[in-house]
């Protein structure tokens, strides 16, 4: 609780913390996720820090910022293809990649999910908005925000003005930001359909083509048959 602890003391949260129902969500997304952002999520609740930066949440008020939409899935599609046809230099490989937050000039924050199975061991990366660039946090997402929201860290993805003036968190309202749109195509995430397999006791590779009979034992699974 150290880093939660810290940031509380930096940036005070809502009076009223929340009780997710991390059971549901994790089942949701077939995997589990790091404690400390459970925590943060909720003693926080939804919302921005600085105005700026939003990790995503079980509550978000919109699917754009909501854990369990369907933005993840598009981003590390959309990074996929990109690593794929070397359009960009995507530094890992994308299926260890999970969106868990923006900003609201379009960068988007990850986890970097290796190993899979050890959530608490997941670090942090940053890619640029518009642009080539990518930094990498060998920390958890509360002590990132520690660090940066204290001025510990500068993220040079992230422009100075972000940081200046107090730290403070703004509750989430229905009228909340979104990101550009994305692509009208809907790409199959296969992170998901891996995490989903894994998850229900099939031997899935982690790179490379998806068996037939696992995908399609997902879309069966997935599609409320």
Request: aromatic share 12%; proline share 12%.
């Amino acid at each position: 609780m150290t880093d939660l602890n810290d940031l509380t003391r930096l940036c005070p949260p809502p009076d009223q913390a929340m009780a997710i129902r991390w059971d549901r969500i994790e089942a949701d997304l077939g995997m589990a996720l790091p404690r400390d952002y459970k925590q943060l999520a909720d003693r926080y609740g939804p919302g921005a820090f600085n105005d700026y930066l939003r990790l995503f949440h079980p509550h978000g008020v919109t699917e754009f910022v909501n854990i369990t939409g369907p933005v993840p899935g598009r981003i590390r599609a959309q990074l996929q293809k990109d690593y794929d046809q070397g359009t960009h230099p995507v530094p890992y490989d994308p299926d260890t990649l999970f969106t868990c937050g923006a900003t609201d000039n379009g960068e988007y924050l990850f986890w970097i999910t290796d190993p899979a199975t050890e959530p608490d061991r997941w670090h942090i990366a940053v890619n640029e908005a518009r642009g080539p660039g990518w930094f990498t946090y060998e920390g958890n997402a509360t002590a990132f925000l520690v660090a940066v929201l204290g001025r510990q860290l500068q993220v040079p993805l992230f422009p100075p003005s972000f940081v200046e003036g107090p730290a403070h968190f703004t509750p989430s309202r229905p009228t909340l930001w979104k990101p550009p749109p994305l692509s009208d195509a809907q790409p199959v995430d296969t992170g998901a359909i891996r995490s989903w397999a894994r998850a229900n006791g099939y031997d899935v590779p982690s790179r490379g083509r998806i068996p037939p009979e696992i995908r399609e034992a997902w879309e069966r699974a997935t599609s409320g048959e």
